[in-house]
DNA sequence: TCAAAAGTGTTTGTCCTACACCCATGT
DNA sequence: ACATGGGTGTAGGACAAACACTTTTGA
């Protein structure tokens, strides 16, 4: 970390995640003085805090160090020399959030000649699904935040015009990709799934059309067991397909 | 910012753009060791050689050293401190094609850790639309050379994988967002605009119905100019409607 | 007047939406 | 019994594919 004292701060934040390999001596940069950071968009299904309904929230840290000291940003850090892209992506979620990501995806990389004050930092940005019963015990300390997604502070850097687009990303993939069983767990029943959709898109959907419409996708397998307890007609337990294709093909995507 | 002051110099590229993924001497970088580059897969639609049907093309350039000396390669470089990365990728193309991208999207970035034996360089990798007719007449030196896209020889890096990747976005793209207009002059025919569609999604199309589902696109803007000469009724004219969306909006994409 | 492509009309099938309706359970 | 959500059936509209047909030119 003390190396880290004689430059400019990673786009993200430091403490305990941040850099893996400080052995940045005073060297030079070979290509020609960029430095690549690895950031992520962590999206968690949590219940409102007043309307109960669920709303997608995600994870912040606080800056410790300027520029931008004391706004939120999101997690990430340098890049290694000696880990993949998505391997960084995946390492600082879990020690942001003690979490491990369900679904990760490559979403873009920002590299504003301006967008960080002082040093050119070209960051590499993915986006993350994570399991919402687990997302709320997950950790919650002073630097770590979790925000509603729609309901950001002005965040450090382009982190807003971040987030928006990993929004828009979202939304418009969970229409035609089967990504929304990566919030629930290993089984879970239709209306499980359709609450899901119902909050990524912020919009209601015909339970019987929603039925039809993930059963004829071929991703869903369908269990014996049932949910009892409820005061009607026991649900039916899915599992999802993971030999089906998430609909992306040949391409990066993960 | 001082230790910026003690860097290597930039080694960017040398001769014409010789280097797709370049290398360097020097180790260490700023960040923790990775170079970052900018390459570009650029698309023409040119007539194939024998059978005479438009297919896409691609420039390569030739690599002058090691590693994968005389293998070619993506156009691309190092990127500048003070240089946007759509900007490098815009000019790494006038470089190679003296040509100027009619499109330009970030298609991905490539960072695996062995994508190129000894350095790590991380790659974001911009794909482009460039006019057919200009590109005919487009420079072809003795380091660079167009290619059937469907035709590689085997390349340096792994850029034949991202070749593959970027047809992929450009038939999935050409489907459902209005971009085939790049391949054409500012006005054009709807059987030309057909003809650019059938080579890129490689099968025939019905002209009664792509002219009524580019109509209804509202993308089109009808001119009062016809083209005469051929042996048959005249085709209207038709401009590309700049105000229109391409269809991607809240996010990066251009 | 004929070939060929521009351009229009129409049928057919598919998919999505809306909504009526039955099923199975807890209270 | 009955309220509640699970689950099935079906009619109607939007849209796309297929293809017949008319128009306009050059030869």
Redesign the pocket.
């Known amino acids: 970390m003390l190396e880290h004292s004689v430059q400019t701060p990673p786009i993200a934040q430091q403490s305990p995640l941040a850099v893996g390999d400080a052995r940045a001596s005073a060297a030079g940069s070979v290509a020609a003085g960029s430095s690549l950071a690895v950031s992520t968009v962590i999206f968690a299904l949590r219940p409102d805090d007043e309307s109960g309904l669920k709303t997608l929230w995600l994870p912040l840290v606080r800056r410790t160090r300027d520029p931008h000291r004391d706004l939120w940003a999101l997690p990430g850090g340098w890049l290694p020399a000696d880990e993949e892209l998505a391997a960084a992506a995946a390492r600082t979620l879990r020690e942001t959030t003690e979490l491990s990501p369900r679904y990760l995806e490559q979403l873009y990389t920002f590299g504003d000649i301006d967008r960080s004050p002082g040093l050119r930092v070209v960051s590499v940005v993915y986006w993350a699904l994570v399991r919402s019963e687990v997302a709320e015990r997950a950790s919650v300390g002073e630097n770590v935040r979790w925000f509603a997604a729609d309901q950001l502070p002005p965040l450090a850097f382009d982190h807003n015009r971040i987030v928006e687009y990993a929004l828009w990303r979202l939304r418009t993939k969970v229409e035609y990709a089967r990504i929304a069983h990566a919030f629930l767990g290993d089984t879970f ?3 499980q799934l359709r609450e899901v959709h119902e909050a990524v898109l912020q919009k209601a959907l ?4 929603f ?3 993930m059963e ?1 996708s071929g991703t869903l397998i369908s269990t014996d067991q ?1 949910v ?9 337990l899915y599992r999802y397909d993971g030999r089906a294709s998430e609909h992306d093909p040949p391409g990066p995507t993960l």
Chains 1, 2 share one sequence.
């Not at 015909?206 to 059309?209: K, Q, Y």
């Open positions: 029943t239709l209306a015909d339970p019987a059309n039925r039809r419409s004829s049932h009892a307890g409820a005061r009607h007609r026991p649900a039916r």
